[in-house]
C-alpha cells in the first residue's frame, strides 16, 4: 500500500510537469511535500490528480546539493504551489527557481537554518529573540539565465505608498492569530497577502520523534474543529501501513464521529460568519445546539474539543449505552432548529446583500489553488473525499453531493448549511446498525511501521486533510506531512478578495472558515 | 436582487427584516442556556472518561499497584511523567525494582490517556478532580505516590480490571496483550530502554 | 397634569425677594447643570446595565450576575475600572486633538440631552427653534469622531472616521426629513408646544397616521445610525476595525465615547418620545374618561421615561438581530431609499394637513 513515486531530475521536473497538467489533465495538485533523505539529497514529493479522470501521479524528485539546492517552480502551474513551495524553501531550504516570492512564510525573517533538515542545529541557531523584525516588503526571485547560472533579482510586493492594513495578528475576526496584509484603496481591497506562523509549533518536526502512538494526541490540535477527521485520517494512514484491519463496529463509530464533528463544525462556522458580519445574537444560536454535540463528545471520550478518541487499530471507549438515544436526539434538536439560523440571519436582506455575488472563486481558479471541501464544491468542483477515495463506511452509506457553481460567500454558507442536513443523513442511516464487535483490534506493543511512504486523506469539515508519512522501518516516522486543509483557503483570500470592499475581506474569511492552528501546524 | 422592482426589493426587505426579528424575540423569551459555575458544581456530571488528572490509586493500607516499570513514562508523549525507582533486593535473593517517587506535571499533560493504556498493572487512572488551578507553576507538579506508599505484594502479575473503570469502558485489548508480552522480560528490557525516550525528545 | 414650572417659579421668586437676579440665574444654572450631569450619569448606567441584560437576552444568556444582586454593580465596576486605566499616548498623535475628541461627542450629547422636555414644565434649553437647535447640535459628534479617527495616527480609527463622516452626514438628511414632516404637521419648532399639542389634540403617530408612521419608522433607522449602532455600526464594526475611531483611546477618553453612545442612545429614544409619541403626554382616547383621569394620575415624566424607554428597546433589539451592513449599502439606503420615502413622506404629510385629514 505504499505510495508509488517515480524520480524525476530536476531538470526536467517542469517540462514533464506541463506535460501531465496539459495531456493528462492533471489540474489538481494535492500536496507538495518537502523532504530530506539525507544521504541521498534534499527533494520534494509531487502528489497530483485529475479533476477529470480521478487519476493519480506521484513524483518525487532530489537534488543532491545540500548546499544550494535548486528545484524549478511549479508555481506556474498550479497557483497552490506558490505557498506550498514557500513552506519547503523555509523548512528545508530548498530554492525554488522562477519562483516568484521566496521569502519565509512560517518562521521570521532573521531565522538561521531550515529546522526540517535532519542535520539543522536549530536551537543552537537561534536564540531567543527579543526584538523584532519588521516584515520586508520585497523578496527575492532566483532564476536560471542561459549559461547556465542562477542569478537574483529583487521583487517589490508591497510598494512604499500602499495603504496596507494588518488584519491581524491580534484581530477579532481572523480567528485566532492568522495576519492577513490588506493593500486598501478607499475601502476597495486590492490585495492580500499572508503572514504566517504565529502559532506554528512544528508538528511535522515534533512527530518525527514520537513514536506513532504518541503522534495521534497531536492531531487533534491541528484542525481542533475537525479533531476527529484529523485522527482518523492518522488512524487510517498507521493502519493502512500496517495493513491492520478494523471491525465493522470501529467503522461505524468512526463514520458517525466524523460526522457528527462535521456537523458541530459547521455551526461554529454559522457561529462565526454570524459575528463576522455583525450578527451577534445569530453567533449564539448554533452554539447553543453544538453544546449539545459536545456533551455527546464529552460523555463519550472525555473530550469536548481535544478528544483523543480513534486509536490505532480502533477507538478508545466504546460507544456509552445512551450514545444512539442521544445522537437521535440532538439530530432531532438541529433539524427543528435549523429554519431559526435562515430567520435571523441568512434569510434576512442585510446578510443577503453580504453575501452574494461576493468574493467569487471560479471552478479553475478553485482547483489551482487546492480549495478543498465546501469552498471548492461551491465553485462547482466536487472535491468530496468521500466521494473521490471513499474510506471507512462511505461507500456504504448513501449521501448527496452538494454542490454549488456561483462560488460567492453564499454558495459556500449554503454549502455548509446543507452539509449539515447531509451529515444529519448520514448519521441517520448508521445510528440504528451500528454491529456488535470489539472495539479495538489487538496489536502489537511496539508499533512500527514497514519502510515506505503512505498516504491517507479524509475529508475533513474544511476539505481533504492528508497524512503522509514516511517510515523507514522504526518505531518512529522518518517524516511526516499532514495536508493542512485550511492553508490553501487562507491562500485562496487573495484571488477572492480582490476588488471587494473591506468588510467583505471579514466576511469572505468567515466563509473560507479556516482554522489557523491548521495552517500553521 | 437586482431581478426585483424597487418597491417589491423595499417590500421584500422588510419582510425578511421582520422574520428576524420574529425569530429574536421568540428567543427573548426562551430559556437562558448560561451554566453557572461554580454554583451549579453539584449538578455537574463527569464520566469517567473525562480526564482532567493523573492519579495512583492507594488501598487502605497504603499501597499502590506502581512496579516502576516505567512504561507510562516512556508512552508519554511530552515528558510529563518521572518516575524515580531504586533497586531493592528481596528475602529471596531478587533483584527488584522499587518505586521511590512518581511525579507527574500536569501542567505538560496533553491528557492523551497513553500512559493509562500502556501501564500493565492497572497503578495510574485519571480522575474527574477538574478544579486544577493553581498560583504558583511549580504546584503542577505533583508526586503521585503517597508517602511510605509501597507497592501491593501480587503473587504474580495478572491482568486486572483498571479500579474504578468498568471492565466494558476500560482499554482493555491492548493492556492484556502488553502484560502478557512484557511480563517476564519486561523490567529489564525498560530499564535500559528508559534513557532513550529523554535523549531523543528535544521539545518542550 | 402636573405642571412643574409652578415649582420652578416658586424657586425663582423665593430667591430673587433676597437677592439680585443674575445672581439667581447663576445659582439656578449650577443647580440645572448638577441636574444635569447627575441625571445623565445615571441613565449612562441604567442604559448600560439594560443594553447588558436585554442583549444577554436575545442570546440565550443571564448577562451580568456577579456583581452584586442581578450584576446590578456590573456597570460602577466597569467605571471604576476604567477610571483606573492608565491612558496610553500614541507616539505619533495629535495629542491635543487626540484628547479633544471625546470632549466634542460628550458636548453634543450635553447639548442634546439639554433639549429634552421632561414633564410639562421642565425644559432646561426651550427656544422657538428648539428643533433646530436640536439637530444643529447633534452635528457636533460628527467633529468629534472625525477628530478621534484622525488624531489617533492609525489605520482603523481613520477608517472608521471616514466610514463615520460618510454615514453621519447622510443620516443627518433623514432625520432633518422626517423632523420636518412633523413639523408640517405641529406648525413649530418649540419642543414643549409640541407635545403639549400632543396633549391637547393625541399624539402626533396617531394624529399623522400614515406618513406619520412612514416618519417614525425612517426616524428609527435613521436614528440608530446617527447613534453608530448596530446594524449601523460601521464606524465602530468591532470585527472588521477593532473598534473603529475609539480603537486608540483608553482609560476614560475610551469612557467618554462609551457614555456618548448609550447617552445618544437614549436622546435618540427620548427625540422619538418627544416628537412622536407624546412626550410626557399621557395616552387618551377620546369617550374613555375613566380611563383617561386614572392615565392622568400617571405623573409626566414617567410617561416620558417609558416611552423612551420603549424606543431604546427597540433599537436594542434590531441592533442584536441584524448583521451588518457594508458602507455601500448603507450609503445606497440612506440615498435611494430613505430620502425619496422622506421627500415622498413629507409631501403627503403636506397633503394630509392641507386638506385636514389628520386624525
Redesign the interface.
Given at each position: 500500500m505504499t505510495l508509488e513515486l517515480k524520480t524525476i531530475a530536476p531538470s526536467e521536473l517542469h517540462a514533464e510537469m506541463l506535460r501531465l497538467k496539459t495531456e493528462r489533465k492533471m489540474d489538481f495538485l494535492v500536496n507538495l511535500i518537502g523532504m530530506d533523505w539525507g544521504e541521498e539529497g534534499l527533494g520534494v514529493i509531487y502528489m497530483l490528480e485529475s479533476t477529470e479522470t480521478g487519476e493519480t501521479v506521484n513524483l518525487k524528485t532530489i537534488t543532491d546539493d545540500r548546499q544550494n539546492p535548486y528545484i524549478p517552480t511549479v508555481s506556474d502551474l498550479w497557483q497552490i504551489a506558490n505557498i506550498y513551495e514557500r513552506e519547503v524553501y523555509d523548512f528545508f531550504g530548498i530554492i525554488f527557481l522562477n519562483h516568484p516570492d521566496m521569502r519565509r512564510i512560517f518562521l521570521r525573517e532573521d531565522w538561521v537554518g531550515y529546522p526540517l533538515r535532519k542535520d539543522d542545529r536549530t536551537e543552537l541557531l537561534n536564540k531567543l529573540r527579543m526584538t523584532d523584525v519588521p516584515l520586508s516588503d520585497t523578496t527575492k526571485e532566483y532564476f536560471l539565465t542561459p549559461d547556465g547560472k542562477i542569478t537574483e533579482k529583487t521583487n517589490t510586493v508591497w510598494k512604499g505608498d500602499e495603504y496596507v492594513v494588518n488584519v491581524g495578528p491580534q484581530h477579532p475576526s481572523t480567528h485566532g492569530v492568522l495576519h492577513m496584509r490588506a493593500s486598501l484603496d478607499g475601502e476597495v481591497v486590492k490585495k492580500v497577502g499572508l503572514v504566517l506562523g504565529y502559532i506554528h509549533r512544528g508538528v511535522e518536526k515534533i512527530s518525527e520523534n514520537l513514536t506513532y502512538p504518541q503522534l495521534l494526541a497531536l492531531t487533534d490540535r491541528l484542525d481542533y474543529f475537525s479533531a476527529m477527521q484529523n485522527r482518523h485520517a492518522l488512524c487510517m494512514c498507521i493502519e493502512k501501513a500496517l495493513e491492520m484491519e478494523v471491525s465493522p463496529r470501529v467503522q461505524y463509530i468512526r463514520t458517525i464521529m466524523d460526522e457528527l464533528q462535521r456537523v458541530a463544525s459547521h455551526l461554529v462556522y454559522y457561529a462565526c460568519m454570524a459575528m463576522d458580519t455583525g450578527a451577534l445574537t445569530a453567533f449564539f444560536y448554533t452554539f447553543r445546539e453544538r453544546e449539545e454535540i459536545c456533551k455527546i463528545f464529552e460523555d463519550n471520550f472525555g473530550g469536548r474539543v481535544i478528544q483523543n478518541y480513534n486509536t490505532i487499530g480502533g477507538v478508545m471507549y466504546d460507544i456509552q449505552p445512551d450514545f444512539v438515544e442521544e445522537v437521535k436526539k440532538v439530530s432531532a434538536n438541529i433539524r427543528k432548529r435549523f429554519h431559526e439560523y435562515q430567520d435571523i440571519f441568512t434569510g434576512n436582506v442585510i446578510a443577503q446583500n453580504r453575501m452574494v455575488g461576493v468574493g467569487t472563486i471560479s471552478r479553475e481558479d478553485a482547483i489551482s489553488l487546492g480549495t478543498t471541501g465546501p469552498v471548492g464544491r461551491a465553485s462547482g468542483w466536487n472535491n468530496d473525499v468521500r466521494r473521490r477515495h471513499p474510506y471507512a463506511l462511505y461507500d456504504k452509506v448513501e449521501f448527496k453531493d452538494i454542490i454549488r457553481t456561483e462560488g460567492d460567500t453564499n454558495a459556500r454558507h449554503w454549502n455548509r448549511m446543507e452539509e449539515i442536513l447531509e451529515s444529519l443523513n448520514i448519521i441517520d442511516q448508521l445510528i440504528d446498525n451500528i454491529p456488535a464487535g470489539e472495539y479495538q483490534a489487538k496489536r502489537k506493543p511496539i508499533i512500527k511501521l514497514p519502510e515506505g511512504s503512505f498516504y491517507q486523506a479524509v475529508e475533513s469539515s474544511r476539505g481533504e486533510l492528508g497524512v503522509f508519512i514516511e517510515s523507514k522501518g522504526d518505531k518512529t516516522p522518518y517524516r511526516v506531512h499532514y495536508r493542512s486543509s485550511s492553508l490553501p483557503l487562507a491562500n485562496a483570500m487573495d484571488t477572492a478578495c480582490r476588488g471587494q470592499k473591506f468588510a467583505d475581506l471579514i466576511a469572505i474569511g468567515a466563509s473560507m472558515d479556516f482554522v489557523i492552528p491548521d495552517i500553521d501546524r | 436582487?437586482n431581478d426585483k422592482t424597487y418597491f417589491g426589493g423595499?417590500l421584500?426587505?422588510v419582510k425578511?427584516?421582520t422574520?428576524?426579528?420574529?425569530?429574536?424575540?421568540k428567543?427573548?423569551f426562551?430559556?437562558?442556556?448560561?451554566e453557572?459555575y461554580p454554583e451549579n458544581r453539584a449538578t455537574l456530571t463527569f464520566?469517567d472518561?473525562?480526564?482532567f488528572c493523573l492519579e495512583m490509586p492507594h488501598n487502605e493500607k497504603n499501597e499502590h499497584k506502581c512496579i516502576a516499570c516505567g512504561l507510562c513514562q516512556m508512552?508519554?508523549?511530552n515528558d510529563s511523567i518521572t518516575v524515580t525507582s531504586e533497586t531493592v533486593t528481596t528475602e529471596d535473593g531478587k533483584k527488584k525494582k522499587q518505586l521511590v517517587k512518581y511525579e507527574y506535571n500536569i501542567g505538560q499533560c496533553?491528557?492523551?490517556?497513553?500512559c493509562v493504556?500502556a501501564c500493565p498493572q492497572g497503578a495510574i487512572l485519571?480522575n474527574q478532580e477538574f478544579e486544577q488551578a493553581v498560583f504558583d507553576k511549580s504546584k503542577l507538579i505533583k508526586v503521585l505516590n503517597h508517602p511510605g506508599s509501597k507497592c501491593q505484594e501480587r503473587p504474580k502479575p495478572v491482568v486486572s480490571p483498571k479500579p474504578a473503570a468498568t471492565p466494558?469502558?476500560a482499554?482493555e485489548?491492548?493492556k492484556a496483550?502488553?502484560s502478557h508480552?512484557?511480563t517476564a522480560p519486561a523490567p529489564k528490557t525498560e530499564t535500559a530502554d528508559k534513557t532513550e525516550p529523554i535523549e531523543?525528545?528535544?521539545?518542550d | 397634569m402636573f405642571d412643574f414650572s409652578i415649582i420652578s417659579k416658586w424657586f425663582h421668586d423665593l430667591l430673587t425677594g433676597f437677592i439680585p437676579e443674575w445672581l439667581v440665574i447663576g445659582i439656578e444654572c449650577v443647580i440645572v447643570l448638577l441636574f444635569i450631569i447627575l441625571l445623565y450619569a445615571i441613565l449612562a448606567i441604567a442604559l448600560i446595565y439594560l443594553e447588558r441584560k436585554i442583549c444577554a437576552f436575545f442570546q440565550c444568556r443571564i448577562g451580568p450576575n456577579r456583581v452584586g444582586k442581578w450584576g446590578l454593580l456590573q456597570v460602577f465596576a466597569d467605571v471604576f475600572k476604567m477610571l483606573s486605566k492608565e491612558i496610553i499616548k500614541m507616539r505619533q498623535s495629535d495629542r491635543l486633538l487626540h484628547d479633544m475628541a471625546p470632549f466634542f461627542i460628550l458636548a453634543a450629547s450635553f447639548l442634546t440631552f439639554a433639549c429634552i422636555p421632561w414633564n410639562k414644565g421642565l425644559e432646561i434649553l426651550d427656544f422657538n427653534v428648539g428643533l433646530f437647535f436640536f439637530i444643529a447640535v447633534s452635528g457636533i459628534g460628527v467633529i468629534g469622531i472625525l477628530l478621534a479617527g484622525w488624531a489617533s495616527h492609525s489605520k482603523y480609527p481613520m477608517i472608521g472616521a471616514m466610514r463615520s463622516g460618510a454615514q453621519l452626514i447622510s443620516y443627518e438628511l433623514s432625520i432633518g426629513m422626517t423632523m420636518l414632516t412633523m413639523l408640517l404637521l405641529c406648525g413649530t419648532m418649540q419642543l414643549s408646544e409640541i407635545v403639549q399639542q400632543q396633549a391637547d389634540y393625541g399624539w402626533n403617530i396617531i394624529r399623522g397616521h400614515v406618513p406619520a408612521v412612514l416618519a417614525f419608522i425612517i426616524y428609527l433607522i435613521a436614528g440608530n445610525a446617527e447613534c453608530n449602532r448596530g446594524p449601523f455600526d460601521l464606524p465602530e464594526a468591532e470585527s472588521e476595525l477593532t473598534a473603529g475611531y475609539h480603537t486608540e483611546y483608553s482609560g476614560m477618553g475610551f469612557g467618554f465615547f462609551y457614555l456618548a453612545e448609550y447617552l445618544n442612545l437614549f436622546i435618540c429614544g427620548a427625540m422619538a418620545a418627544t416628537i412622536f409619541l407624546g412626550g410626557w403626554a399621557p395616552l387618551y382616547f377620546p369617550g374613555w374618561d375613566g380611563f383617561n383621569t386614572i392615565m392622568g394620575y400617571i405623573p409626566g415624566f414617567i410617561w416620558f421615561f417609558g416611552k423612551a424607554f420603549f424606543v431604546v428597546f427597540l433599537l436594542m433589539w434590531i441592533r442584536w438581530t441584524y448583521p451588518r451592513l457594508r458602507i455601500d449599502q448603507l450609503l445606497s439606503l440612506e440615498w435611494k431609499y430613505l430620502m425619496p420615502i422622506s421627500m415622498f413622506n413629507i409631501i403627503l404629510m403636506a397633503l394630509v394637513v392641507c386638506f385636514g385629514l389628520t386624525l
Open positions: - | 436582487m423595499i421584500d426587505a425578511s427584516l422574520i428576524g426579528l420574529k425569530t429574536s424575540i428567543v427573548f426562551e430559556h437562558h442556556e448560561t453557572q464520566t472518561r473525562n480526564r508512552a508519554c508523549p496533553m491528557f492523551c490517556n497513553l493504556t485519571f466494558a469502558t482499554n485489548a491492548p496483550s502488553l508480552v512484557d531523543t525528545k528535544k521539545e | -
